[in-house]
């Protein structure tokens, strides 16, 4: 019996071999996954703290938020900037409205809300791909015991058919191999995936808590603006 990978492919059975391509698959669309939402976190973490350090003194500075509009432009890989981007884009609008006089706009509600919606767009753009590792890791074991099922059935098979040999233990051991490959191949790809995917979720995390600092920050330094803005109370009058 040859126990090389070769050889332990040349005498798996149909099952088993199906088996293996599957979580082989498995394994290398996860790989995928991974390669780019590591990519697309490095690039969002990065992007974003450059957003909050250019953005800081605008946020500090009563009265400076209009100039903070557009600046989300330059950073257009960070969650953060889009999200509080929209927030200020909101602000100047609402203020535009309530200085000219046009109508009632209740400035702060209408940022709050706008933010609220880019945050669930940009939070799922960031999941994306997450579920499949998720999945995954819950069932390649599992495709992995089809496999090993197939070849103690194979194993079985052989010791109970003497024109193979009976019931030595030489006949029965490519049976038995390949049943353990199949195992070990899906619990390896179920490792992995559970690695990248609890990885990847506390990097969804840390940029989510940007995400609520940033925006919490900006409601804060427009809830003081409205207040010392006399053309905005007037127009509430």
């Known amino acids: 019996m040859n126990f090389t990978v070769l050889g332990l492919w040349q005498e798996m059975g149909l099952v088993a071999r199906a088996v293996v391509v599957v979580l082989v698959a498995m394994s290398v669309y996860s790989l995928a996954i991974s390669v780019d939402r590591v990519l697309v976190y490095r690039r969002a973490l990065s992007a974003s703290a450059g957003y909050l350090r250019a953005l800081g003194p605008l946020i500090g500075q009563s009265g400076a938020l209009e100039s903070a509009r557009g600046v989300e432009d330059k950073f257009r890989g960070s969650p953060v900037a889009r999200v509080v981007g929209t927030g200020v884009s ?16 209740d400035v702060v509600d209408a940022v709050v809300r706008g933010m609220e919606r880019t945050k669930d767009r940009e939070l799922a753009n960031l999941k994306r791909g997450l579920p499949v590792l998720a999945t995954v890791s819950s069932s390649a074991p599992f495709v992995g015991l089809f496999g090993t099922v197939g070849g103690i059935i194979t194993a079985f098979q052989k010791l109970a058919d003497p024109a193979k040999g009976g019931g030595g233990i030489g006949t029965v051991s490519a049976g038995i191999a390949e049943a353990l490959v199949t195992t070990a191949v899906g619990l390896g790809v179920a490792i992995l995936a559970v690695w990248f995917y609890n990885f990847f979720t506390a990097r969804v995390d840390d940029l989510t808590v940007d995400v609520d600092e940033a925006a919490s920050e900006l409601v804060d330094a427009i809830l003081k603006d409205v207040r010392l803005d006399p053309r905005a109370e007037t127009t509430d009058a």
Request: net charge positive.
């Open 90 to 105: 909101e602000w100047v609008k609402g203020m535009d409205v309530r200085r000219a006089g046009t109508g009632h706009y």
